[in-house]
């Protein structure tokens, strides 16, 4: 599929990966673009540059209602970009509860709901494309990302799930997986970061050349890699980077 002319939804859309998105399918030509957003404020300057283009839609990903009533207006969607996600730093030994749920309710429950509740939207305009913003952590666990990593797994199990599900009606199922990026959620996180630029241009060649995972960055490439050939290697590099930390605090 080629992004011109298509209509696309993206949620989370009003900073960082999401932001991103819309900037790069603006400029690759889409028709029409829904910003999937919880407070439609945030992303009225943005909007205010192509407004017969950038249409603001209030959208909670944890909200059901939100949810129906996009759909309903929405219907034309092409194109979904399940992108909306939250972390929280932590270790399984001091993992808040709280925050695992709200975690799995926005990373793992909002793509389900959003997939749920598109996938005759999709089905009705061709088939379309399914895209679903994981990450490597949803392949390697990273230490201090205990709750994080396992709504990421999770969510990896979904993407599975959704390509076996929706294959019949045509609809083409990506799984991105960004290792660390440069974005207002990865503020506290002490890697070296990249732009999210190289996750949306990579996601774009999938949608136009049919690739179903997407690796955008050198880490979650070098990760990925490493994991399918020595899953343990992965463990022990993970084991190795929290010693280094602890003896750095």
Sequence with gaps: MNIEDKTVLITGANRGIGKA???????????KIYLGVRDPKTVEEFAAQAPEKLIPIKLDVTNEAEIKAAAEKADDVEILINNAGILH???SMDSVADNARKEFEVNFIGPLL??????????KNGGGVLITVSSIAGHVTFPGFASYCASKYAAQSLILSHRLDLKEQGTHVI???PGPIETD????????KFSPSLVTQ???????SGDEEVFPDPTSQE???????????VETAMAEMLREAKEAA
């Design 21 to 31: 998105y819309a900037e790069a399918f603006l400029e690759g030509g889409a028709k």
């Design 89 to 91: 730093m932590d270790t």
């Design 114 to 123: 959003m997939t749920q509740a598109f996938a005759p939207v999709l089905k």
């Design 175 to 177: 799984g991105v997986y």
């Design 185 to 192: 959620m990865t503020n506290g996180v002490h890697m070296d």
């Design 202 to 208: 990579a996601t774009i060649e999938a949608i136009k």
């Design 223 to 233: 990760l990925y890699a490493t994991f399918r050939k020595d899953p343990k290697m």
